[in-house]
């Protein structure tokens, strides 16, 4: 099917060699000499693409664009003027017009005008798959080359950034994608398997930072210059979905990137108490033993002591002065602090929970309408945009920005899309979580998850002498034999946490300050 094509001319007959150019050229051009034909015409039929010329007699060129994008805003308009005007390039800034040419135009240049406008996206695409494909191999080698965590960190941002780039691009070349991000999560869990555990060792030269680090490597260094600095912690944050809210972020700040390393599991109760009190869970459990409840993983009791442990920390840095901090559960909590959030900037450091991510992620698990909503990563990732776009939590980041003050944001760990399920054995006390389990003598399949037999040696609680975890590695989830099909369509295709994958482990930390 040809491209159609209208344009509005009050000299459309000296346009005729132009049209005759482009119809040769394949595409159906419909000519009208006036505004008022041009609207008529759009009301009732489909095009592509309209030329306009600014200067007619009756309704001018700038009428008939406001009459146009009333019937159809989507539809691409080019502006065709006798002058570069200075409100004819703002209206093409602000995206009322797809472009503007100058007269007189040749045929050309028309012609180059449409590819532009209506191949852009196409071309775009294309060359975008051309360049994966010729870093397909690259991303191979990095990958079977044994990378250390830096080198994983690198591999996971450039897997992550094509992600977002091809989202829209063929099945095929998607699928492509993603057995390389599939391969990866292998190899990623057997170095987690082989690495993690040596991490722990505050003498271990090379190490990532790690949660009990975040407010000492990222934070503290900006109160000890003075600086008022704020903390957001985003439950359940990706990388890939920080890159949608830093796209939004970066016209009102300056951001610097950095990365940390979620601690195993990579679950709120662990990774969270381990961010606020700067030490592991096993730590945590000895020197505040009222603060963990053994064998009670409720996130809501377990998570409850944050303001205590975070203090506990800022006093261990020295400071005379208490930390602010706050929990945002639900939207109008979120709401009242976003409207006085500048008085937030009064006090050294504020720190800020913020929960609905991992409250989406919950929700999508039990609701058919959100996963036909978001049915994929890509959807999900759009799905978390609107959410940003109109939260409290984006109202406050646009306050902040008339301040001078340094923002850390980061969150405590990811998410990954569960595709598949592996057989666990345990007894009726064993914890419910589907990435990772802890209990007596639990049993797993080995390839598909890290099997903690000695937690001490991981810095995790032990209930009794006979307590291991076991943490699901790749797309892996836990399902007991009994009920095993019920369970196996229930829980395939959800978002959970608490695994050793590069989305739940490698976490985006980004410092920001005002440009203004």
Same mark, same amino acid.
């Given at each position: 099917?040809?491209?159609?094509?209208?344009?509005?001319?009050?000299?459309?007959?000296?346009?005729?060699?132009?049209?005759?150019?482009?119809?040769?050229k394949?595409?159906?051009?419909?000519?009208?000499?006036?505004?008022?034909?041009?609207?008529?015409?759009?009301?009732?039929?489909?095009f592509?693409?309209v030329?306009? =010329?600014?200067?007619m007699?009756?309704?001018?060129?700038?009428?008939?664009?406001?009459?146009?994008?009333?019937i159809?805003?989507?539809?691409p308009?080019?502006?065709?003027?006798?002058?570069?005007?200075?409100?004819?390039?703002?209206?093409?800034?602000?995206?009322?017009?797809?472009?503007?040419?100058i007269?007189?135009?040749?045929?050309?240049?028309?012609?180059?005008?449409?590819k532009?406008?209506l191949?852009?996206?196409?071309?775009?695409?294309?060359?975008?798959?051309?360049?994966?494909?010729?870093?397909?191999?690259?991303?191979?080698?990095?990958?079977?080359e044994?990378?250390?965590?830096?080198?994983?960190?690198?591999?996971?941002?450039?897997?992550?950034?094509?992600?977002?780039?091809?989202?829209?691009?063929?099945?095929g070349?998607?699928?492509?994608?993603?057995?390389?991000?599939?391969?990866?999560?292998?190899?990623?869990?057997?170095?987690?398997?082989?690495?993690?555990?040596?991490?722990?060792?505050?003498?271990?030269?090379?190490?990532?930072v790690?949660?009990?680090?975040?407010?000492?490597?990222?934070?503290?260094?900006?109160? =000890?210059?003075?600086?008022?600095?704020?903390?957001?912690?985003?439950?359940?944050?990706?990388?890939?979905?920080?890159?949608?809210?830093?796209?939004?972020?970066?016209?009102?700040?300056?951001?610097?990137?950095?990365?940390?390393?979620?601690?195993?599991?990579?679950?709120?109760?662990?990774?969270?108490?381990?961010?606020?009190?700067?030490?592991?869970?096993?730590?945590?459990?000895?020197?505040?033993?009222?603060?963990?409840?053994?064998?009670?993983?409720?996130?809501?009791?377990?998570?409850?002591?944050?303001?205590?442990?975070l203090?506990?920390?800022?006093?261990?840095?020295?400071y005379?002065?208490?930390?602010?901090?706050e929990?945002?559960?639900?939207?109008?909590?979120?709401?009242?602090i976003?409207?006085?959030?500048?008085?937030?900037?009064?006090?050294?450091?504020?720190?800020?929970?913020?929960?609905?991510?991992?409250?989406?992620?919950?929700?999508?698990?039990?609701?058919?309408?959100?996963?036909?909503?978001?049915?994929?990563?890509?959807?999900?990732?759009?799905?978390?945009?609107?959410?940003?776009?109109?939260?409290?939590l984006?109202?406050?980041?646009?306050?902040?920005?008339?301040?001078?003050?340094?923002?850390?944001?980061?969150?405590?760990?990811?998410?990954?899309?569960?595709?598949r399920?592996?057989?666990?054995?345990?007894?009726r006390?064993?914890?419910?979580?589907?990435?990772?389990k802890?209990?007596?003598?639990?049993?797993?399949?080995?390839?598909?998850?890290?099997?903690?037999?000695?937690?001490?040696?991981?810095?995790?609680p032990?209930?009794?002498?006979?307590?291991?975890?076991?943490?699901?590695?790749?797309?892996?989830?836990?399902?007991?034999?009994?009920?095993?099909?019920?369970?196996?369509?229930?829980?395939?295709?959800?978002?959970?946490?608490?695994?050793?994958?590069m989305?739940?482990?490698?976490?985006?930390?980004?410092?920001?300050?005002?440009?203004?």
């Amino acid at each position: 099917m040809s491209t159609r094509i209208i344009w509005a001319d009050d000299e459309i007959e000296q346009l005729k060699p132009h049209i005759i150019f482009l119809e040769k050229k394949g595409f159906d051009v419909t000519p009208v000499s006036n505004g008022s034909d041009a609207i008529s015409l759009i009301e009732k039929e489909p095009f592509d693409l309209v030329f306009l =010329d600014e200067q007619m007699p009756g309704m001018d060129g700038i009428t008939t664009l406001s009459g146009i994008k009333d019937i159809s805003p989507t539809l691409p308009v080019v502006m065709i003027t006798k002058s570069e005007e200075e409100s004819i390039m703002e209206d093409a800034i602000g995206g009322k017009i797809s472009d503007y040419l100058i007269k007189p135009v040749n045929p050309n240049q028309i012609l180059l005008t449409i590819k532009r406008i209506l191949d852009r996206s196409r071309i775009r695409d294309e060359k975008s798959a051309q360049s994966y494909l010729q870093s397909f191999n690259r991303i191979s080698m990095e990958i079977n080359e044994q990378p250390d965590w830096q080198g994983w960190t690198e591999i996971y941002r450039k897997l992550t950034g094509w992600d977002i780039e091809l989202e829209r691009s063929d099945e095929g070349l998607r699928q492509v994608l993603d057995d390389q991000f599939q391969q990866a999560n292998l190899e990623f869990g057997r170095f987690l398997e082989k690495e993690y555990k040596h991490w722990l060792s505050e003498s271990y030269p090379e190490r990532p930072v790690l949660s009990p680090d975040v407010l000492s490597h990222y934070v503290k260094p900006h109160l =000890d210059e003075g600086k008022t600095t704020m903390f957001f912690l985003i439950d359940c944050m990706r990388y890939d979905q920080w890159l949608v809210f830093q796209s939004m972020l970066s016209k009102f700040y300056h951001i610097e990137m950095d990365y940390h390393y979620s601690i195993l599991p990579t679950a709120t109760p662990y990774s969270r108490n381990a961010i606020f009190a700067g030490m592991y869970p096993l730590d945590i459990q000895k020197r505040y033993p009222h603060l963990w409840q053994n064998g009670d993983e409720n996130e809501s009791s377990l998570n409850q002591y944050e303001e205590e442990l975070l203090i506990e920390q800022f006093k261990k840095f020295g400071y005379d002065f208490s930390p602010k901090y706050e929990k945002i559960l639900q939207a109008d909590e979120g709401k009242k602090i976003a409207d006085r959030i500048s008085n937030y900037t009064q006090n050294r450091f504020s720190s800020f929970v913020i929960n609905f991510v991992d409250m989406l992620v919950h929700s999508r698990s039990d609701s058919t309408v959100l996963k036909e909503l978001a049915p994929d990563v890509s959807a999900f990732r759009s799905l978390t945009k609107t959410w940003f776009e109109h939260s409290s939590l984006y109202q406050m980041f646009q306050t902040l920005a008339d301040h001078d003050i340094t923002i850390v944001v980061t969150t405590d760990h990811g998410s990954v899309r569960s595709l598949r399920d592996t057989k666990v054995l345990g007894d009726r006390d064993t914890s419910t979580s589907l990435r990772y389990k802890f209990g007596r003598h639990l049993k797993c399949d080995h390839d598909s998850a890290i099997i903690i037999d000695r937690p001490l040696d991981y810095k995790l609680p032990r209930m009794n002498a006979s307590t291991n975890y076991i943490i699901a590695k790749e797309d892996y989830y836990f399902i007991y034999p009994t009920n095993y099909h019920h369970y196996q369509n229930r829980y395939r295709d959800t978002f959970q946490h608490g695994g050793a994958s590069m989305e739940e482990v490698i976490l985006p930390v980004a410092t920001m300050k005002p440009k203004s």
